[in-house]
C-alpha cells in the first residue's frame, strides 16, 4: 500500500549519521542524496521496495514533529528489535515509553521498541512473534 514516507529535519548530516546506523541495521544501503531544485536536501533510503526519506523542509520553516504519528520499522527478530533500539540510542536517539520487548495485543504477541529519532520523529521497531 504505501510507496514511501518522508520526514522532515533540521540538520540533514545528523540525521544523515542516525539513519545510516538504525537502516542499516534493517538492510537499507546508503541513501540516495537529492538536491531539489529549490536547493533543498534529502535522502532516499530503499529497501525491499519502500522507500524512507528525510528532507530539509522545502518552506523553509522548521522540521516539526507529527503528533500522534509514528512510522513503524518491521524487524526480523526480538534480537534486531533491540539492536534497533539501542543503536538508535547510540546515534543521538531517545528511548521513549516502555523498555523493548514483547506485548500482548489482541491480535497477538510482539516485539516493540520504540525511540524518537534527533529531530522528535517517534519510530517503533516491531517484530510479529510466531
Do not use: W
Amino acid at each position: 500500500m504505501l510507496n514511501h514516507i518522508m520526514v522532515g529535519t533540521n540538520d540533514i548530516d545528523r540525521s544523515k549519521q542516525f539513519y545510516d546506523a538504525v537502516l542499516g541495521l534493517l538492510g537499507a544501503s546508503q541513501p540516495i542524496r537529492n538536491v531539489a531544485a529549490s536547493g533543498h536536501t534529502r535522502l532516499f533510503y530503499t529497501h525491499d521496495g519502500s522507500s524512507f526519506c528525510v528532507s530539509e523542509p522545502i518552506n523553509d520553516e522548521p522540521a516539526t514533529v507529527a503528533n500522534g504519528a509514528t512510522v513503524g520499522f518491521k524487524c526480523s527478530s526480538p534480537e534486531q528489535v533491540q539492536a534497533f533500539h539501542d543503536v538508535a540510542v547510540a546515534h543521538g536517539g531517545q528511548s521513549i515509553e516502555q523498555p523493548p520487548g514483547v506485548r500482548n495485543t489482541p491480535a497477538g504477541g510482539v516485539c516493540l521498541a520504540y525511540v524518537r529519532d534527533p529531530d522528535g520523529n517517534k519510530l517503533c521497531a516491531l517484530h510479529r512473534m510466531p
